[in-house]
């Protein structure tokens, strides 16, 4: 099928995804007018398969997913009407691309959101079933939206109008092997332990920085259950009742081995890390009564740049000045 170009800009965060970024691109070429790749220091050759592949590339200083898209947000050059979340290892589908370019030019002027499905590939295996198929608010309007201000977890959301949703489907399909899943999940530990300790111990003296807007109401149903239920659960209870939920009552066990392997990383092991993670920072800082002193060792036992993050509606050019987080 063949389509045009729309009046849509992707943003796309890499580090370092030399295995996705061209497929990634290769899947939005027909529909997006302008393709902007945020890197953050990559090493490999994603820089120049994004150039080869037409994308603008821009270097800026990575703190977190939350504060680099909002970042891109204000200050790339967007002209065009909407504006497309893609991670460098996601890819449309042929239909949704289709769909996007047949539907987006004629929505509603009321309309400021389009919510997309995402599925996940694992180990070139098809996650069917576990509760793994998510909608997500992908694609806004320009001057339409922010993104939540948290260290893991963060949406889009818009500020004003209403949110719809395209049938079609996207894939979250990586190339990296175990090791790589493993070291990246750690990774997404850490951030989320950092929320955690930042919702247990806020900033008294902050103004109240949440950004509330349109989502989707999956993910807010997610964000509650987790804030209210989940992480008052027991360290030894949590992770093992939410595998069970996802692998018997959610039937993740019909999709087989690969599957078998995917839940217990992803829905044990990852919430486990989580939880033994906040509560190592916890013990740490718990007896802290300064905010700044806090931040301060919370960022030395994590190794990300906390204070930096605070001061981030502050800070909006180029880099180079600044020390690169890890």
Known sequence: MTVQPVSLTAIILTLNEEPHLERAIQSISNIAERVFVVDSGSTDRTVDIARRMGADVVDHLFVNQAY?????????????????????????????????????????????GVVLKLRYIFQNQKINFGGRGLRLLRIVRRGKSAVEPRWMDEHLVVTSGRIVTFSGEMFDHNLKDLTSFVKKHNGYATREAIQLM???????????????????????LKQLLRDKIYNRLPLSVGPIAYFLYRY?????????????????????????????KALEYDRSISKITDYGDRIELLGKLTGHNIALYEKAEKYAGPSRDLERPK
């Open 248 to 276: 018997v009552l959610l039937l993740g066990f019909l999709d087989g081995r690969k599957a078998l392997t995917y839940h217990l990383l992803q829905g044990l092991w990852y919430r486990f890390l989580v939880a033994a």
């Open 68 to 112: 680099q898209f909002q970042w891109a947000l204000d200050n790339l050059p967007i002209e065009s009407d909407w504006i497309l979340r893609l991670d460098a290892d996601e890819v449309l589908t042929p239909g949704l691309a289709a769909e996007i370019a047949n539907r987006l030019p004629s929505l509603p002027s009321d309309v400021t």
């Open 198 to 220: 930042l919702e247990r111990y806020p900033n008294s003296d902050a103004n109240d920085a949440a950004i509330r807007g349109g989502v989707t109401r999956q993910a807010r």
